[in-house]
């Protein structure tokens, strides 16, 4: 359990950097990932990494960083920005690693998910004009990829259907009633961004949790109830932002964005095998590939504002493969162990517990995917950390059909999946 917990702890110095207020706390932030990473090779505890190397997400995140790799031997004009690059994805990759080891029960899953929760509580409260001034765009201090607002709110967009599954897990009232608190505040912190990205990833996540549903009346409640904290504490500032989405061919940001989009379908059209290389997106689109109106101009560095066209533009087309198949393959897993939960005969507490905890990872997975269209996000810890806890989820999943398997064993006249 110690391990465990002091990988708790490389969240909250990945997520809050305690270093920025306490200096010597900032050599943590790699020593301590390291360091347990480390240990947990030499750990015959079980998941094996043979064991994890086998999972389709530990191979599809290793040859995204091969894909890199590629880029400091071959693509990249800098190298030093690829290798750059290949730091922090391999840093990532190794915090994959260490979910997974880790989270060894659903227990554990409900603590990490409660640590990621309280981390975004906690930068709220060190940041409260989110809360007390909505109508400024306000910025995280102290954090680097959590810095932005907009970042941040993706970041929120994540961890929300975690907080609602703790939630609805909750046994005791004061429990369900502080979650409820965590979630209404992290609504609200998302309306502080004025983030619309973020926005349209939050309503993506309602919608599917609402199909998910098999209470649809209250969810149709409890979505209305969302509109209405919306209505009531969004300020106008907030609506007008959102208006300007349906103006994204003159609006300044929207129209910055679709440049960039389109810059990295020409980069991919030029380099579809191997992309400008890792890190080289903001680089090329200057130099190469800026929009024929700024032929003229000096333009500084950009980035793609988006994880599909960003990675598009720098890894080309294995890149967006390996983007594809993490997001829409560990959905479709899901949604097939969601169905064959139907067929199993196991005790229905147990299994209406697991659909959540499923359903829940699928909404943040549709979060990531939905928001990050909007954002650069793909060199932040989401989707690493992500993969890591779909694929904790596939292990729970696979535990809970082998007891089911097991206990109908013994009655010949039952039958249950796999048997």
Request: proline share 3%; with cysteine; hydrophobic share 50%.
């Amino acid at each position: 359990m110690i391990y465990f917990g002091l990988m708790l702890l490389v969240f909250v110095f990945e997520y809050m950097r305690p270093g920025v207020y306490v200096a010597p706390l900032g050599a943590l932030n790699a020593i301590l990932p390291l360091g347990l990473f480390t240990v947990s090779v030499i750990l015959s505890d079980k998941p094996s990494y043979a064991e994890i190397l086998r999972d389709r997400n530990s191979l599809w995140l290793l040859f995204y960083l091969f894909l890199i790799i590629i880029s400091i031997l071959v693509t990249a004009e800098v190298r030093f920005e690829a290798y750059t690059k290949f730091e922090v994805v391999l840093g990532y990759i190794i915090l994959f690693f260490l979910v997974v080891k880790f989270t060894t029960n659903l227990d554990r899953l409900k603590l990490l998910f409660g640590t990621l929760v309280l981390i975004h509580v906690g930068l709220i409260v060190l940041n409260p004009d989110l809360i007390l001034k909505p109508e400024i765009r306000s910025y995280i201090q102290g954090v680097t990829f959590l810095g932005d607002g907009n970042d941040f709110a993706l970041s929120i967009c994540i961890v929300l259907p975690m907080c609602l599954y703790l939630m609805l897990e909750a046994k005791q009232k004061w429990k369900k009633s502080i979650y409820l608190v965590l979630l209404i505040l992290l609504v609200f912190s998302v309306i502080g961004t004025s983030s619309r990205g973020a926005t349209i990833g939050l309503s993506a996540v309602l919608l599917y949790m609402w199909y998910r549903s098999k209470k649809k009346i209250l969810g149709v409640a409890a979505l209305a109830g969302v509109v209405a904290i919306v209505v009531a504490f969004a300020p106008q500032s907030y609506f007008d932002r959102l208006e300007t989405v349906k103006d994204y061919e003159t609006e300044g940001s929207a129209k910055g964005r679709i440049d960039a989009w389109a810059a990295a379908v020409r980069m991919a059209k030029d380099h579809p095998l191997l992309g400008v290389g890792a890190g080289h997106f903001g680089m090329m689109y200057s130099n190469r590939y800026r929009p024929p109106d700024y032929e003229h101009e000096t333009m500084r560095w950009l980035t793609a504002h988006s994880i599909y066209f960003l990675t598009l533009g720098e890894l080309g087309i294995p890149g967006i493969i390996v983007l594809a198949a993490v997001i829409l393959g560990n959905i479709r897993a899901n949604s097939k162990r969601l169905r064959e939960l139907e067929q199993i005969k196991t005790s229905r507490s147990a299994i209406e517990s697991h659909s959540r905890m499923l359903i829940s990872l699928n909404s943040s997975m549709i979060a990531f995917a939905v928001a990050g269209a909007f954002l650069s996000a793909i060199y932040y810890p989401h989707i690493y950390v992500l993969a890591g806890l779909m694929t904790v989820g596939g292990f729970l999943h696979r535990h809970l059909i082998d007891q089911a398997i097991s206990s109908e064993s013994k009655s010949p006249n039952t039958e249950v999946i796999g048997t």
